[in-house]
């Protein structure tokens, strides 16, 4: 059937989603645009999953704009937070939340 839809509708322009293959076609860039570095970190998929959904979280909760990097604007955040005064509390929260995902009885109550 998306056979057929391909051939009726031809091929999707830049930014729409192609009906046979649901991957979205990508719009030329702008001399205007900015460079950019994709940065990459492997982990176990459970673990993946849980970074990739805290981070939609955090930047749905900041408003973060959707456009302009949002997962780079709330890691930047959240570097820059862990630098400041509260850096303890985010270090504690990290190793209960590491130790939470592992299974680890001893710190892992109240998450």
Known sequence: MSE?????T?????????PRCTRRVPKPRKSSSPT??????AAPPDLADSLTAWLDALQESAGADSIS???ARVLEGL?????SEHREEFIAF???YVDALSGNPETSEGV
């Open 69 to 71: 990097y949002p997962r």
């Open 36 to 41: 950019t570095k994709r940065i990459v970190a």
């Open 79 to 83: 570097l820059v937070f862990a630098a």
């Open 4 to 8: 057929v839809v391909w051939i009726a």
């Open 94 to 96: 990290l190793i209960e």
């Open 10 to 18: 031809g091929p999707p322009e830049p930014g729409e989603r192609c």
